[in-house]
């Protein structure tokens, strides 16, 4: 089993353990050792033939025990146990992703809003991932704190993009916007300006606790949107600290699919969101997908390779996974 394969169980089992507020430091742990695995890509079938899974980052004498059994077995039965105990047993369903296929990521951040590394750092990381595309969503102004893009500061951007792109020709930047969806469901950038961006990722990020039925409004009114591409992280939720909104999903999700908006499933460990519970009823209402890092530095970019597990168990087939489309198709996609 390679690395990627193998941080994908970790990662599971960390999202299960997540579940438990008694495992917490034990769910970090496992979702850490899987980052590890996914950003190192280790030769783990060498590595547990001379006994030194345990001197992979992250990896202590317990993980490296059900590491050792999914290199021999390809299987984990501590995992088997977690989704029987979370009622969440294998299905039948699931689908086959392959990583290997996947052409690149459109939701990022970089210095200009709250990421921790520069557009051609994080450029040559897409690069480095064999990323065909990258976008370049950075936080709109309404989030003072990290520094939010309004026209002008896009405009700026923009030339430097441009700088970036001359010397990173393999991956092509794509302009976007992680916009803040406002209390009332409306935008946090003017349509003019939103319609200039190659993508443009709808968030809710604030008051998220909105009784449902404004909750509900408010979704309904980012996913009808003319100019949105992708809700990014469609709850907010974070798995074992903070529950996500709550709206009526059907209809939200019903309407996305009807305007062609994708969903997002936020691969960052911390986010897992949307959950494969919940991208399951996405999936059976029509709706497209789209996997993201979330990246804020290059080495989170592993994030997707990891948290994949989370669409096969959705039983999410390829063709309805944008990074899974060539850069002339998502284009397409995207307009
Ligand atoms: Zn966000
Ligand atoms: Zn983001």
Known sequence: MDAIAASQVLSEIGYLLRQDPEEKFRAKAFSAAAWSLAVERPDLEALHG????????????????????????????????????????????????DF?????????HSTWSDGKATMLEMA??????????????????????????????????????????????????????????LEDGSLDLPDMVLELLDVVIASPHVKLRQEPAAMTERMLRAVSHPHVD?????????????EGANYDFE????????????????????????SPEMARVALDLGCNF????????????????MGMWMAR???IPQDRILNFLPLDELTMALE
């Open 50 to 97: 001379s006994n030194e899974l345990t001197t992979l980052e992250g990896v202590g004498a317990g993980i490296a025990k059900v590491l050792a059994e999914v290199v021999e077995t390809g299987h984990s039965r501590y995992l088997d146990r977690l989704r029987e105990q979370m009622k969440q047993p294998a299905r039948n369903d699931e689908s086959v992703l």
């Open 100 to 108: 290997a296929q996947y052409k690149g990521d459109v939701h990022s």
């Open 124 to 181: 040559r990381g897409a690069e480095a991932m064999g990323y065909t595309y990258l976008g370049v969503t950075d936080h709109s102004p309404r989030i003072k704190v990290v520094n939010g893009l309004d026209a002008n500061r896009l405009l700026a951007q923009s030339l430097e993009m441009a700088e970036v792109q001359a010397q990173v020709p393999g991956v092509a930047l794509l302009q976007g916007i992680e916009v803040d969806i």
């Open 251 to 274: 209809a939200v999700f019903k309407e996305a699919a009807r305007h062609q908006v994708a969903l997002e499933i936020d691969c960052d460990p911390a986010r897992m969101d949307l």
């Open 313 to 315: 168990r959705a039983g």
């Open 290 to 305: 789209s996997m993201d890092a979330d990246a804020h530095a290059p080495a989170e970019f592993a994030y997707v390779p």
């Open 230 to 242: 992708v809700i990014g992280h469609p709850t907010g939720r974070r798995p074992g600290s903070r």
